[in-house]
Each structure stands twice: as C-alpha cells, then as structure tokens.
C-alpha cells in the first residue's frame, strides 16, 4: 500500500466518513454479506455508485481470496449525456477518485479494483454471472438505473443479492419508476425494503425473508410491517430511535492526535467610512454662521 499525503482529514472511524448510508442499511448489509458466507455462498461484489466510500468500506470488508471487489464511478469525470452531466455537478461535485480511495485505503490494506467511468462501462468490465452482491446507487435517472439493473441482472450469481438506492425518496422518481418497472415486468423479487434501500433477487426470496424476518423479531430496535401487492410479499423495516450500527473496526488514524485548530476570531468591526468634506463644511457652519445661513446651507447639502 503505497501512503501519499492526504487531502482531507482523515477519518477515524466509518461515521467520519460523508455519505448517505444508515444505520438500519448498515445492519442488512451485514447481515446478508454474513449470510452468504455462512452458508458458503461465493462470487465477486460490485458496487456502482460510490461518493465518499462509506458503503463500499463496510462491502469491502467481506471480500474473500479469491474473490474481487469492483467499484464504478463518474468520480471528476466526464458523464455520457447532459442530463447526467447536470446530475453529476449539482450533487457530487466534491468528489474526486482520490478522496474516495484515501478514505478506504483509512480501513483496508488495499484497494478494491476501480472504474472509472459511467456505470454502462460495467457490463463490459464485469464478467456475467460473476457476483454474489451488488449495490447500485449511481445516476437517478430513469434511463440510467433502468439498464443498471439490467447490469446487475446480468452479473449476479443465481440467488444473488442485488440492493437498489434511492427506490422511493422524493427527489428520486426516474429511480422509483426503474425499480418497480423491474419488479413488476423484469422479474425482480423483493426481499425487504429499508427506509431508503430495496434488496431483493431474481430467485427465490422466500427463504431469505423468513431467516430475515425471525431476525429483525428478535430485536427491539426495529419496526416491521409486512404487505401483498401485484402477488409480491413486501416486508418492510424502520429503524427505532437509538438502532446501534454493527460493530466496525476503527480505521488505522483512530489513535493519531488530533490536529489542534486555529480559534476563531471575528473580524475586527469597521466603521464605514466618513464622508469628511460634506461634515467639515456642516462644522464650520454651525461653529461662524448665523443660525440662518447655517440652515439655508444644511439645506442646500442634504438636496445634493
């Protein structure tokens, strides 16, 4: 691992890390990454989509010998088309390539293999049937994460897991329309949904729900509620007030001092600055003229 200096504070542990991953998503992550494992499940794990690094540390994690992680990014490129173009520079504009590996270089010994690029590189550089988990949080466009999900379809494993970002919130609707167009019409099977994830698979999620379901029972951290629709059992969760994100090692900067800040000190006030001409002349008015020249001149100047 080759270190350079860095260019943001480095992060001590995974919250340091800016990025939109919650606790309730941190919990499922590691539940169906333990999962796979424990039940010797193996196959590579991509992540297209990736910010500052905060999922990809915790995905990171679970790679094996002989299996590879990917991860796929615009990061300070070019996007395809205008629409992603615009995307990319009103949200992720402070994102670079190397902000995301210094910050995953702070907890792995090495990096994961790295695109750079728009995710319709993907299915070019990911072999089909190749993965056991993919999350996809890249473009919120339709036509984007409409052939992302198509991406995933191809490079999982069968039983694999795929996880979907952004399927139902408010600024994200070409999101919510690919993902439940792929439910509906593409096959895709829901597992669970969280208050911003969609996990689900193209095989058969019956068995993963109940493991899932008896789990969250267990736990006094988390809302369940469970619905039919279009013949598709939806289990959703939310998180309670005080759910603890799993355990995670601290980063290799978690026992380095912290840098001592400069205090902050206001700027000086400063008094706008006087017009002395029209002052002076006011003075000497009132100070060797007869109060009524004083008043015809003061007249004069506040017309002028």
């Given at each position: 691992?080759?270190?350079?200096?860095?260019?943001?504070?480095?992060?001590?542990?995974?919250?340091?890390?800016?990025?939109?991953?919650?606790?309730?998503?941190?919990?499922?992550?590691?539940?169906?990454?333990?999962?796979?494992?424990?039940?010797?499940?193996?196959?590579?794990?991509?992540?297209?989509?990736?910010?500052?690094?905060?999922?990809?540390?915790?995905?990171?994690?679970?790679?094996?010998?002989?299996?590879?992680?990917?991860?796929?990014?615009?990061?300070?490129?070019?996007?395809?088309?205008?629409?992603?173009?615009?995307?990319?520079?009103?949200?992720?504009?402070?994102?670079?390539?190397?902000?995301?590996?210094?910050?995953?270089?702070?907890?792995?010994?090495?990096?994961?293999?790295?695109?750079?690029?728009?995710?319709?590189?993907?299915?070019?550089?990911?072999?089909?049937?190749?993965?056991?988990?993919?999350?996809?949080?890249a473009s919120h466009l339709y036509e984007h994460?409409?052939?992302?999900?198509?991406?995933?379809?191809?490079?999982?494993?069968?039983?694999?897991?795929?996880?979907?970002?952004?399927?139902?919130?408010?600024?994200?609707?070409?999101?919510?329309?690919?993902?439940?167009?792929?439910?509906?019409?593409?096959?895709?099977?829901?597992?669970?949904?969280?208050?911003?994830?969609?996990?689900?698979?193209?095989?058969?999620?019956?068995?993963?729900?109940?493991?899932?379901?008896?789990?969250?029972?267990?736990?006094?951290?988390?809302?369940?509620?469970?619905?039919?629709?279009?013949?598709?059992?939806?289990?959703?969760?939310?998180?309670?007030?005080?759910?603890?994100?799993?355990?995670?090692?601290?980063?290799?900067?978690?026992?380095?001092?912290?840098?001592?800040?400069?205090p902050h000190r206001p700027a000086a006030a400063?008094?706008?600055?006087?017009?002395?001409?029209?002052?002076?002349?006011?003075?000497?008015?009132?100070?060797?003229?007869?109060?009524?020249?004083?008043?015809?001149?003061r007249n004069g100047l506040s017309r002028s």
């Amino acid at each position: 691992m080759t270190l350079v200096p860095r260019t943001i504070r480095p992060p001590r542990r995974l919250d340091d890390v800016p990025g939109w991953f919650p606790v309730l998503d941190q919990v499922l992550f590691e539940w169906f990454l333990d999962r796979q494992e424990s039940t010797g499940t193996r196959g590579d794990l991509l992540e297209v989509g990736v910010y500052m690094g905060k999922s990809a540390i915790c995905v990171g994690r679970h790679s094996r010998d002989g299996e590879q992680f990917t991860v796929c990014d615009l990061f300070e490129g070019d996007a395809l088309d205008e629409a992603n173009q615009a995307e990319s520079t009103k949200s992720y504009s402070s994102l670079t390539q190397r902000t995301f590996e210094e910050n995953y270089l702070a907890f792995h010994e090495e990096l994961p293999r790295v695109l750079k690029g728009p995710s319709s590189i993907v299915p070019a550089e990911v072999a089909p049937a190749s993965c056991r988990f993919v999350h996809i949080d890249a473009s919120h466009l339709y036509e984007h994460v409409h052939n992302d999900i198509g991406a995933a379809h191809d490079a999982l494993l069968p039983g694999g897991i795929v996880v979907l970002d952004d399927f139902r919130s408010e600024h994200t609707p070409g999101v919510s329309v690919a993902v439940w167009e792929a439910v509906l019409n593409r096959g895709l099977r829901p597992i669970c949904l969280s208050t911003q994830k969609l996990y689900g698979t193209w095989g058969d999620p019956e068995p993963i729900q109940e493991e899932l379901l008896a789990m969250v029972r267990g736990r006094e951290d988390c809302h369940l509620s469970i619905q039919q629709a279009a013949g598709h059992r939806l289990v959703r969760f939310k998180s309670k007030k005080g759910m603890q994100a799993p355990p995670f090692p601290p980063s290799r900067f978690a026992h380095e001092p912290v840098p001592e800040e400069a205090p902050h000190r206001p700027a000086a006030a400063t008094a706008p600055p006087r017009r002395a001409g029209r002052s002076r002349t006011r003075r000497l008015a009132a100070d060797v003229l007869p109060p009524i020249l004083t008043r015809a001149i003061r007249n004069g100047l506040s017309r002028s």
